[in-house]
């Protein structure tokens, strides 16, 4: 069955360092792969998404790169701000499939240190 | 502009008792999720709705009900609640289409069932 999970559940960081945060995939069907950000006490945020048929993709301060090979999916965060202390998530979703869900993977937790 | 808005923010329950948790947004988005979130793990889809009138199960749809009778309501129903039922529930909507990965989420309702 599909499952969306992550390499490692907690991850520090020395403020103005780069960030990097893992998580592999199993349903190749899949042709959307996204990244959240939950901040403690709310609700998930999107920060950005990276569709099947491209391997990288860049926002403000943040990379995603896709490897099909491996199903594998990276979030890069530039020169890190004790702002991106938060929960990260990635999530798949199938359009082709007329799948309208989101399948979220358990987390990495990210602590900068000043 | 308010997005997605639960109510309430908090809830203790006694076992079997039933209750509704409210869910609006105001951004005319026609897919509506609702997630429950286990402390340090991920979300885990109970039901989504692809507009008015139409709704279907996730992942863990036991013991819960929705309806979906307008654009903007969503509501989740409760039915003889059950400690297995203590979480936090996100209610979450996205415009659908090649915008269904963005969704936005409501704060979170945080219901303890005893």
């Known amino acids: 069955g599909e499952s969306v999970g992550l390499h490692l559940p907690t991850l520090s960081v020395q403020e103005g360092d780069n960030s990097i945060i893992n998580c592999a995939y199993s349903n190749s069907a899949s042709d959307y792969f996204i990244w959240y950000k939950q901040e403690s006490g709310k609700g998930p945020q999107f920060i950005i998404d990276i569709r099947s048929n491209m391997d990288k993709r860049q926002g403000q301060r943040v990379t995603v790169l896709l490897n099909k090979t491996v199903k594998h999916l990276s979030l890069q965060i530039a020169a890190t701000q004790p702002g991106d202390s938060a929960v990260y998530f990635c999530a798949e979703n199938n359009s082709k499939g007329n799948d309208y869900k989101l399948s979220f993977g358990a987390g990495t937790t990210v602590t900068v240190r000043a | 502009n308010a997005g997605v808005t639960q109510t309430p923010k908090f809830r203790i329950l006694k076992i079997g008792q039933s209750m509704t948790l409210q869910c609006t947004q105001d951004?005319?988005?026609?897919?509506m999720y609702w997630y429950r979130q286990d402390p340090g793990m991920g979300l885990k889809l109970i039901y989504y709705s692809v507009g008015a009138g139409i709704t279907d199960k996730g992942e863990v749809p036991n013991g819960y009900n929705v309806s979906r009778s307008t654009t903007e309501d969503f509501p989740l129903r409760l039915e003889l609640a059950a400690p297995s039922q203590t979480s936090v529930y996100f209610c979450?909507?996205?415009?659908?289409?090649?915008?269904?990965?963005?969704?936005?989420f409501g704060q979170g309702t945080r219901l303890t069932v005893v």
């Open positions: 951004m005319n988005h026609n897919y």
């Open positions: 979450a909507s996205s415009r659908g289409g090649d915008r269904t990965t963005e969704a936005f």
